[in-house]
């Protein structure tokens, strides 16, 4: 492991050393040192609409490197993949006076039940890819399930129809989410379940198949560099044999 590093993100920084020796050799360190996160001194707040019209300023969050550009606009975006099914119902809020912002656009991805993500279906979801979680990688497949944009109604809320994500190497499950409003980027964030929900799924196939992960919201780089990503954790609820989760997220305006 001469000449390389790992950054506080577990990012790996190589000097002289080839990819592909990195990717082979590193991997038992990067897992050790990104499960050494400590998330427990972490409150997160959050609110839903569903409870009445309080609201906060949403928690930024890194983009990762799997998004891709001109998501398709539409409220189904699972395409068949299997998984435990998902009401993502979501308000965008001025997170100063909590009033809804009608027209932003609310653009939402995330891996499917074994941890691949559209556009990137090569990738293998047990080995921590060697990427900015800053810059989005190229897409290498013109397959887009599990990626979609909704423009928010008068009251500023949008709903899409999804699964519950799996997890990879090195994240806990989490949906990506990007607002723009007013002709700018007003929020980029990630969305986190809780405990009880991921226990519950990962009973059902295909994700019991993959197992538990060892990234947890207990352990997770990208909580904790959010410092507990206030703002990002939906009310949940049972919805037939799946879930629905509601949010408001709070973006300056």
């Not at 506080?8 to 050494?36: D, E, F, I, S």
């Not at 499917?112 to 990738?123: C, E, P, Q, R």
């Not at 007013?182 to 519950?200: H, I, M, N, S, V």
Request: charged residues 25%; neutral net charge.
């Amino acid at each position: 492991m001469s000449g390389a590093r790992i950054t506080r993100r577990g990012l790996l920084v190589g000097g002289g050393l080839g990819v592909a020796a990195l990717a082979t050799g590193c991997q038992p360190l990067l897992r050790r040192v990104l499960t050494r996160y400590d998330n427990s001194g972490f409150a997160p707040v959050s609110y839903s609409f569903e409870d009445g019209d309080a609201c906060s300023p949403t928690s930024e969050a890194l983009p990762g490197p799997y998004r891709v550009e001109d998501a398709p606009l539409r409220s189904e975006i699972h395409e068949g993949r299997p998984g435990a099914p998902l009401r993502l119902r979501l308000k965008v809020a001025d997170a100063a006076g909590c009033a809804p912002v009608p027209g932003a656009r609310v653009e939402v991805w995330h891996c499917d039940a074994l941890g691949v993500y559209s556009g990137y279906t090569d990738a293998d979801p047990d080995r921590i890819p060697l990427a900015s979680p800053t810059r989005s990688i190229p897409p290498r497949d013109d397959q887009r399930f599990l990626r979609g944009a909704q423009i928010a109604d008068a009251d500023g809320r949008v709903e899409f129809r999804t699964i519950v994500p799996g997890w990879y190497a090195p994240r806990v499950q989490h949906v990506h989410v990007r607002v723009r409003s007013g002709g700018r980027d007003a929020l980029t964030t990630q969305l986190y379940f809780p405990d009880e929900l991921l226990d519950a799924v990962l009973q059902r196939e295909p994700y019991r198949s993959r197992g538990p992960s060892p990234f947890t919201r207990h352990n997770d780089v990208a909580i904790h560099d959010s410092r507990g990503a206030d703002g990002g954790w939906p009310r949940t609820s049972r919805e037939g044999d799946g879930w629905t989760a509601s949010l408001t997220l709070g973006v300056p305006v």
